[in-house]
């Protein structure tokens, strides 16, 4: 195999995983970017005078939007909650793409906010004259969009989710089935409204799909306004709330993200491995203007070994990838590059599968630890000229794989110069090279029987052969005389095996 052919064959193992490396990393990038989007929004109040008591509802919105985001992106569903910072009646403090409506009350006391919460019209009318209004009822209903007053002892958030603190969910559901108990006898048409309160109750937001906002306590929403209004809110400070990339990815996601990326990396690699089949059957049938049913089993033998080792690979590279990039493994590993790992797994996962080739006796340990320094100094040639090359091209990725496969031909045929160099160093001095080579200093049979050493020869079993009876004449062969000399052969040592060295 030449150095482009080998190239390019280790083109086709990494290149698949380089770009499921890559998939797994912009995934948690994705993850990061709306951490960081959190961030931004709670800092946005810095300088505000607004006390935290009150300043703590704004920051819920933000928190519980922001937060079911960063989980959905985690899962990977394009459901979203937009905080829209309306003051119209009754408006919803959360909407989301999957019609759903939430408003949001954080008050001291779960009694409190659950009974903001089931506020009627009524109510709210009453609110807006102890304020000074002016409209009557039926100019206040009108304004806000009712044509009578058969409303008045409805919720005023019917059909929203009614969100509230966390630590407070057990007692406000305590004291909404209080008054419903209570208004059951006394009020029945109030009782509604409470039972309607008590169905949309949560702590949380949720799509029904499994996606869901991080609880906030009462007084964690208190603690985030003090250092929102300071503008002290940080990565590191939102991670004590369970709020970063290592805590919201689970291993399910990390898997799943995985599967994608193998499948993949496995289409990338059908395609390399099956790409130079195909030619040869193109150039077979171009040539005798026969198609040959050999070159079309090398495709599906290619297809099959390709897709099924490009998956492992992409599916191992991408899970390894998103787990050092989000934390999982430490803070150390968390700026390593995508391609460093496609590389270290192509390396890995080749070794052991040499390894296993060792046990089955099919290859020996030279063979094995050569072939780990061939891959290693491609790899290496790989990933300089993916580098390169990317910084001029500026589409990800593929200004990388480019670079990878020119870099891959470099190194391959760089590692042949080098092999051939190294090997004539070898048998003019003796050297090993510290094990890789094997220097043979066993004399071939031609040349032991030359020096008059009997040679042992394992018995072989020969069968009889008829043979016909012939005349041969009688010839005269006159006698020579051969005057005795001294013959001298200088025996020469050169390569007479994978990496060995021997008498030629």
Not at 210 to 218: A, K, N, R, V, W
Not at 337 to 365: E, H, Q, W, Y
């Amino acid at each position: 195999m030449g150095a482009f052919e080998e190239g390019y064959a280790f083109f086709e193992k990494q290149a698949g995983v380089q770009y499921a490396g890559y998939e797994g990393g912009v995934y948690v990038d994705q993850v990061d970017a709306e951490i960081a989007k959190l961030i931004h929004d709670l800092n946005a109040f810095e300088g505000f005078k607004t006390k935290p008591d009150a300043l703590k509802g704004d920051i819920a919105e933000f928190w519980h939007a922001n937060t079911f985001n960063i989980n959905a992106t985690a899962r990977d569903t394009a459901n979203r909650a937009f905080v829209d910072r309306s003051h119209d009646f009754a408006s919803a403090d959360i909407s989301s793409s999957f019609e759903k409506l939430f408003g949001l009350k954080y008050y001291k006391t779960g009694a409190d906010s659950a009974k903001q919460q089931a506020k009627s019209v009524f109510e709210r009318f009453n609110e807006y004259k102890s304020a000074g209004g002016k409209d009557p009822l039926n100019v206040f209903l009108e304004k806000r969009g009712f044509t009578d007053d058969s409303v008045l002892h409805d919720p005023i958030y019917c059909g929203q989710v009614r969100v509230i603190p966390a630590d407070q969910l057990k007692e406000a559901c305590a004291w909404l089935r209080q008054k419903i108990a209570t208004e059951s006898t006394i009020r029945p048409e109030q009782m509604e409204r409470y039972q309607d309160t008590l169905r949309m109750l949560s702590d949380r937001l949720r799509d029904g799909q499994g996606t869901e906002s991080i609880p906030l306590t009462e007084a964690d929403a208190k603690a985030l306004a003090v250092l929102a209004k300071e503008g002290d809110i940080s990565a590191e400070k939102l991670k004590l709330l369970g709020v970063s990339a290592d805590e919201v990815i689970h291993f399910e996601y990390l898997a799943k993200q995985a599967f994608k990326s193998g499948l993949t990396a496995a289409t990338i690699s059908v395609v390399l491995n099956v790409a130079p089949e195909i030619y040869k059957a193109i150039d077979h049938l171009i040539k005798s203007g026969e198609l040959d049913e050999k070159p079309f089993q090398r495709i599906g033998f290619a297809a099959l070994q390709g897709g099924s080792e490009g998956f492992v690979r992409g599916n191992v590279s991408a899970a390894i990838t998103i787990a050092c990039k989000s934390g999982m493994l430490g803070e150390a590993l968390k700026g390593i590059s995508p391609s460093i790992v496609g590389m270290a797994t192509v390396l890995a996962m080749d070794t052991m599968k040499n390894a296993f080739k060792v046990a089955a006796g099919k290859m020996t340990r030279s063979d094995l630890a050569q072939e780990m320094v061939k891959e290693l100094m491609i790899s290496s040639a790989a990933l300089a000229g993916g580098t390169v090359v990317q910084s001029f091209i500026g589409i990800p990725v593929v200004g990388f794989m480019i670079g990878s496969f020119i870099g891959s031909a470099i190194g391959s045929f760089a590692y042949n110069r080098g092999y051939s160099a190294v090997m004539s160093f070898c048998i003019d001095t003796g050297f090993t090279m510290f094990g890789l080579v094997k220097q043979d200093y066993t004399l071939p049979e031609d040349v032991l029987e030359y020096i008059g050493i009997d040679v042992f020869q394992y018995e072989k079993f020969l069968p009889k052969q008829f043979q016909k009876e012939t005349f041969e004449p009688l010839n005269f062969n006159q006698r020579k005389f051969e005057a005795d000399t001294l013959g001298i052969h200088i025996l020469r040592r050169g390569v007479i095996g994978v990496s060995e060295i021997g008498y030629v």
